[in-house]
């Protein structure tokens, strides 16, 4: 395996040689390769969410070769390389799993005996972020519970999510799902109400009535963003079997009415 690592990181640097590498390869920066990393993350979640696992250990690869890139050019501008980022990857796991490294230490030493078996798996959790939280304190990052630093091309439901999580940890949050639901009949009624004050105070209303739903699929244990995706999926493929059988019959899908429209959407149901 470290064989094979080690080709990958040669191959790269290879490529941007720049008196033998690939020209492309060459006048790439970070700004450039990003919307491709991005691109290869979205493709992985892509392929777990079809169960493609042939494709899935592709599209891994795709996404090390990310990695693989972006180390090689902060090598070459004298950043840091790709063992600075296994060392300290390495480094943080270990502290974070102090249940499982009690000697802060990868290799197992006599005296020391592991207490993960001993801990759930939300108390792993809650030592997570406690060691999490330390760390950032460490930083001088402020007190606040909340998140710093969300990425700005964080999926909007995960962000929102992270963000309640965050509040809930800190005991600011829903005992149950009841007040949940009553929140979210709560939002319908003021966007209702909204309609009549303008066009920005329906928006506002709108994003709180989502906030309210993220805050139901947390604590019913959903992942939002995940469960959008897959209702936006279903309505598209049902969509398109709509059109297919207007089309069977000789009919423009555009051209039917709503009740039409409708009997399709049920018989593809």
């Known amino acids: ?59 891994l690869g795709d996404l090390l070769l990310q990695v693989i890139f972006h180390a090689q050019m902060a ?32 290799e197992p030493e006599d005296g020391f005996e592991s207490s993960a078996t001993a801990m759930s798996a939300v108390q792993v959790l809650v030592k997570w972020d406690e060691i999490k939280a330390s760390e950032k304190k460490a930083k001088g990052h402020g007190n606040s519970a909340m998140p710093d630093n969300l990425p700005r091309m964080l999926p909007t439901l995960q962000r929102a999510e992270k ?18 639901f009553d929140k979210i009949y709560e ?24 906030f309210a739903c ?6 019913l244990g959903v992942d939002g963003d995940m469960a959008l995706r897959r209702a936006s999926h279903k309505f598209a ?4 079997k709509m059109e297919a059988l207007a089309a069977g019959r000789d009919q423009q899908f555009t051209q039917l009415t709503l009740a039409e429209m409708e009997a399709y959407w049920q018989q593809c149901k």
């Open 214 to 219: 993220v805050n139901l699929a947390r604590h």
């Open 163 to 180: 963000i309640q999580v965050a509040a809930a940890r800190a005991g600011f949050d829903w005992p149950n799902t009841d007040p949940v």
């Open 1 to 59: 395996m470290s064989h094979d690592l080690n080709n990958l990181l040669t191959l790269m640097a290879r490529l941007r040689d720049p008196e033998r590498g690939c020209p492309w390869d060459i006048k790439q920066t970070f700004a450039t390769i990003a919307p491709h990393t991005l691109e290869e993350a979205c493709e992985v979640v892509e392929a777990i969410e079809r169960e493609d696992f042939d494709n899935l250990r592709e599209e």
């Open 75 to 106: 090598s070459e501008a004298g950043y840091f390389d790709f063992a600075d980022i296994s060392q300290e990857l390495l480094a943080k796991l270990i502290r974070r799993h102090p249940h499982v490294f009690p000697n802060g230490r990868l």
């Open 237 to 240: 493929d049902r969509f398109r």
């Open 187 to 210: 939002e319908l009624d003021e966007i209702r109400a909204a309609r009549e004050e303008g066009q920005e105070r329906v928006a506002e209303e709108v994003g709180d009535l989502l």
